[in-house]
């Protein structure tokens, strides 16, 4: 037993420094992407750079792109030659990751070149940020609290944005699909007693003493939301205010319960 304690510690170790090496590099991605979001801006406002500002996000989201691709191909050879990229944080799982998540961004904002859509990036890069620090480090239960409140309060802001005209019902029907499908993926862990297999693979999203209480109240009040801001539209901001308040109270609870 004592000659397992070193080993053991050692892996422990490092799984909290890849944590660690890997939300400050996503924090670094998330950084930059916002600095070019700002810079992307302020070339809009002025027309003599307005086409060169378009041309740039042409630029990064075919980048992206090619290398959302190339840490495709990484993870097909990572797994032909069944390396292990367990604590490697340059594998072609994380390139994959990073790369879709900037190429989705720039390329949102090449098929809506406007101040509207900066703003929704504006939005939506912080909130995956934070989501993706809950999920690393709360319990599983908070994160689909955190998710939820998300994909509600980006469709009720989409609602009351110039983004979205004649497209109001398919924006919140969009929402409480999402929503729902955070509904069932949580029923299916509960009823499997916290454990999935899903491809071969088991994995745990929830502890067995999960209570799941919470969220189910957080996916009601969610959609209850969605439903309240289609029928008062005017309203719809403080709607998000309130899941964002929501949010930091559930927070602080289960700050609370890992201390």
Known sequence: MKENKPSKNSAVNRKSDYVTNKLLLVFTLAFA??????????????????????????VV?????????G?????????????????????????????????????????????????LLYIFVPAVVVLYIIYYSYQREFFMIALSCAIGGIGIWLLGSELINS??????????????????????????????RIFGHEFAPFKKDARYGIVY???????????????????AVYFVFGLIGYIVLTGIYYTVKLI
């Open 217 to 235: 109240l957080t996916f009601v009040l969610v959609l209850m939301l969605l439903a309240a801001s289609y029928l008062a539209a005017d309203l």
């Open 33 to 58: 992407l916002l600095m070019l979001l700002m810079n992307i801006s302020r070339m809009m406002k002025n027309t003599s750079s307005y086409l060169s500002a378009y041309t740039l996000v042409r």
């Open 61 to 69: 989201a075919v980048v992206a792109g090619v290398a959302t691709l």
């Open 167 to 196: 497209s109001d019902m398919l924006v919140i029907a969009a929402s409480a699909v999402g929503v729902a499908l955070c509904v069932v993926f949580t029923v299916w862990a509960q009823v499997s007693g916290g454990m999935l």
């Open 71 to 119: 840490g495709i191909i990484m993870m097909i050879v990572e797994h032909a030659k069944k390396r292990d990229v367990t604590y490697k944080l340059f594998s072609g799982k994380n390139v994959t990751v990073g790369a879709l998540f900037v190429t989705v961004c720039t390329a949102a904002l090449s098929a809506v070149f406007s101040q509207s859509m900066l703003m």
